[in-house]
């Protein structure tokens, strides 16, 4: 019987993970949801655009369910800071994606990208009041 090779062998454009999570920066908790209330400018439209994006497991906006953490544009390009419920969300990518295309939508934006962050921590404390009448007509308990 041979013996298990002791180091793990890389293979080429294989799945990366990650092994590490930072929670200790990002907006000041206090600071969210950001709703868009008092943008002005590109900044107010890229927050109209994200209001049409749903999550895609139930009719609720990102921007309703707390998601959304900030939106910078400068120079014609948007920045969306936002989280999502969970780390291991299978939405991630559609999510970001479909976020990404609401913002480079918006007047005023040439170009969007969307940053990911995980701090603070997503929180039911963030879904903002019309998020949770739209969880409870959707027969969510919150």
Known sequence: MSEPDADPVEVPDAPSYCAYTEYERGPDPEDLPATGDGATGAEA?????????????????????GLIYGVDVADGHATVTMTLTYTGCPARDYLQEDVRRAAARADGVDSAA???????????ELVTEDGRTALREFGVSV
């Open 45 to 65: 439209a890229v927050f109209e655009e994200l209001y049409e994006v749903e999550d895609p497991e139930m009719p609720i906006s990102v921007v309703d369910l």
């Open 114 to 124: 969307v940053e990911l962050v995980w701090s603070p921590e997503w929180n039911l």
